[in-house]
């Protein structure tokens, strides 16, 4: 027979609201239960095997308890894409303190065509949409159904949206005035999707470093990718035989940056002696190029945390203080930059 709320009550010595307040983790709730308490009532649910019963809790809140996550693209689902990964355990992460489940879609935040007002069901809470596209069907339907949901990576359009951003203009601006620092004057830039509003926002950071320096923006110089180690490849072949090529690349992410390095190192070139590199997200992967990857730090794990954390607050209809967050970003220096070479105050290090 199945373990019941009553009986954790009485095992713990308190009463069946106290045991559904700790155990069903709702902070609005009206019962407070004390540390002491909540510790009992732990103790007693593990030794008594008891296990929540999610139809029954959903009956009586009326929700789920499950959170949907939506990546931009299909191949996010078979490319180890870092930056996707560390956004998704951040997320995973804070619903899993929080006593929430996350179904993972297989439809994407940027779904086009006439089925995509109906890809999100009653089966979830609410959404996080990560990098969704202005028009965004899907983000529609959820407004126009009223079901909560937060973006990661996109330009609100008013006030009351619920979105997750990072510096990524002043992003942009550090990786080129750190080029800048080590004598560099021929910059590169490889951007990353121009749908996206990060790659704009990191170019401009670049345009306007560049122009700050008193340098003119040789058109040549910025070369368009798609975020993926293959473009970022591609672009670093071109930009290697220019005539007159640059001395560094500020690239818009650290796949791409991978790319540019090997694309530099098969040409027989070194990198950073001949040619230094700068990517952005500082995930784990930046670490596993060869050399190391110097790159701008934007919190990624957190920024699914964060995603997560103003999601339930709206589902669970807590106050908060600040729906649309901005995440500072850091300069993490290592190898790829060549300021080992140079005397240079760093902002971080590994």
Request: with cysteine; hydrophobic share 40%; aromatic share 4%.
């Amino acid at each position: 027979m199945a373990v019941t709320l009553k009986d954790v009550a009485r095992r713990a010595g308190t009463s069946a609201a106290a045991v559904s307040a700790t155990l069903n983790h709702r902070p609005g709730q009206s019962t407070r239960v004390g540390e002491e308490t909540r510790k009992r009532i732990e103790i007693a649910a593990a030794e008594l095997g008891y296990v929540l019963n999610p139809i029954g809790r959903s009956l009586a809140t009326g929700r789920t308890g499950v959170l949907g996550l939506m990546l931009p693209f299909q191949s996010s689902f078979v490319e180890h894409d870092p930056f996707l990964t560390n956004v998704m355990n951040g997320c995973l992460s804070e619903a899993v303190r929080q006593k929430y489940n996350v179904m993972l879609y297989t439809a994407t935040s940027g779904e086009e065509g006439a089925g995509a007002a109906t890809m999100v069901d009653s089966r979830v809470d609410g959404v996080i949409l990560v990098i969704p596209p202005k028009d965004s069907p899907v983000l529609a339907d959820c407004r126009r159904r009223d079901l909560p949901v937060v973006s990661v990576l996109r330009d609100a359009e008013d006030d009351d949206e619920w979105v997750v951003n990072s510096s990524d203009y002043e992003g942009g601006r550090l990786a080129t005035q750190h080029l800048i620092n080590l004598g560099h004057r021929r910059i590169a830039h490889i951007i990353g999707n121009e749908a996206v509003s990060t790659s704009r926002a990191r170019r401009q950071g670049y345009l306007d470093a560049i122009s700050e320096a008193g340098v003119d923006v040789d058109p040549v110089l910025v070369r368009h990718g798609d975020f993926s180690q293959k473009s970022g490849a591609k672009a670093m072949a071109e930009l290697l035989s220019l005539r007159k090529p640059p001395t560094a690349v500020f690239c818009a992410n650290d796949l791409s940056a991978h790319g540019a390095i090997q694309s530099a190192i098969s040409t027989g070139r070194s990198v950073p002696n001949d040619i230094a590199v700068v990517g952005y997200d500082d995930t784990w992967f930046s670490t596993m190029t060869n050399p190391a990857l110097t790159t701008v730090n934007m919190a990624t794990e957190e920024m699914g945390a964060r995603a997560a954390r103003l999601l339930i607050s709206q589902i669970e209809n807590r106050p908060t203080t600040e729906r649309q967050p901005v995440l500072p970003v850091s300069l993490t220096i290592r190898v790829s930059c060549g300021a080992a070479q140079h005397e240079f105050p760093s902002t971080k290090k590994p």
